[in-house]
């Protein structure tokens, strides 16, 4: 594996890979020296056209932690403001040796397209290319699921997953569908007719209308932002219906499972897709995604460019 742009680049294997050397970086960073020298002497740029925190202070962190250097490229102030197309920037980055190009744009493709033209010789992990796909969110959120229902070991098989929302504006769900169903998942798709895609059937999940027919059985609820900014029509009559309809609030929230998690990829939209009971519950892992996530993606940066496996790993911890 050269790049990461999307879930299907991942055999299961590869992808179990990744969850199994993100568990043994998670150890390494709650031990008393949280860097590790991997890395040392490799550039990682984060180029970034939409705006970010998480993501984008996940991979930072990532990279530090195993000592590269790291470029923030911000579009908002630089030259892609001045009309610079993606073909020059990343002519640019080549000249600045970067090993890795960690790319978020609006455009659904745009990291592919880095990627195939090998405008850079360094590896391209997509951060989110327009409504399209988001592979290392998905994974940072089968490692959570893994690290709670499945104790850190092999796939997801038996587990029943329910992804709610905004699908249809979402880079989140495609990838989740598609790596929780590699994974061994049921995955159910709980959303109002006009937020569903088109062709949305062909992807393997089981459609649902209401949330309340699904949660009782369901081993993790994942909330998807409604994402406000990409809606130029009006896509449910109104917030307080949608909340009515598709929010977890407290009552669905005792209705779970007693050892189901609930999940959202944030920023949250509190009191719209999710209540504060929702959000703050002894179930909510949400604030161990954002944690979680910097494990994963040290993990995609270790196996990509660091030349190495996870038993590599094994034994270099042992040194370290």
């Not at 860097?35 to 996940?58: A, H, Q, W």
């Not at 098989?157 to 249809?168: E, S």
């Not at 598709?246 to 939209?269: D, E, Q, T, W, Y």
Request: hydrophobic residues 45%; neutral net charge.
């Amino acid at each position: 594996m050269r790049d990461l742009l999307s879930i299907n680049d991942l055999s299961k294997d590869d992808a179990l890979e990744i969850l199994d050397t993100a568990v043994q970086l998670a150890a390494l960073s709650d031990s008393s020296n949280r860097k590790f020298p991997t890395l040392r002497g490799r550039t990682v740029v984060n180029l970034f056209f939409e705006d970010s925190t998480r993501t984008r202070i996940s991979f930072e962190a990532a990279a530090k932690r195993l000592s590269a250097d790291v470029i923030n490229f911000s579009a908002k102030g630089s030259s892609v403001s001045k009309g610079e197309s993606l073909k020059d920037t990343a002519l640019t980055l080549q000249a600045m040796g970067a090993d890795a190009v960690i790319i978020r744009h609006g455009a659904s493709g745009a990291p592919a397209q880095l990627a195939r033209k090998r405008w850079i010789d360094g590896a391209v992990i997509n951060a989110g290319d327009g409504t399209h796909e988001h592979p290392t969110q998905a994974l940072l959120d089968a490692f959570t699921i893994r690290r709670h229902l499945m104790q850190d070991k092999g796939d997801l098989a038996g587990l029943k997953i329910a992804i709610v929302g905004d699908v249809l504006h979402s880079r989140v769900a495609r990838s989740n569908v598609l790596l929780l169903q590699k994974l061994g998942a049921k995955v159910f798709l709980v959303a109002p007719p006009t937020l569903l895609p088109v062709g949305v059937e062909h992807w393997g999940a089981q459609i649902n209308f209401s949330i309340d027919e699904v949660i009782s059985e369901c081993d993790a609820v994942m909330m998807l932002r409604v994402q406000k900014e990409r809606m130029e029509d009006l896509f449910f009559p109104s917030e307080r219906e949608y909340a009515r309809n598709f929010g977890l609030n407290a009552a669905r929230i005792a209705a779970m499972k007693g050892s189901a998690i609930v999940m959202h990829p944030g920023p949250m939209n509190r009191g719209l897709e999710i209540t504060a009971e929702g959000a703050d519950s002894k179930k909510s892992v949400i604030v161990e995604q954002v944690a979680n996530g910097v494990s994963v993606r040290m993990a995609v940066l270790y196996l990509l460019i660091g030349g190495a496996t996870s038993r590599d790993l094994t034994a270099q911890i042992g040194e370290h």
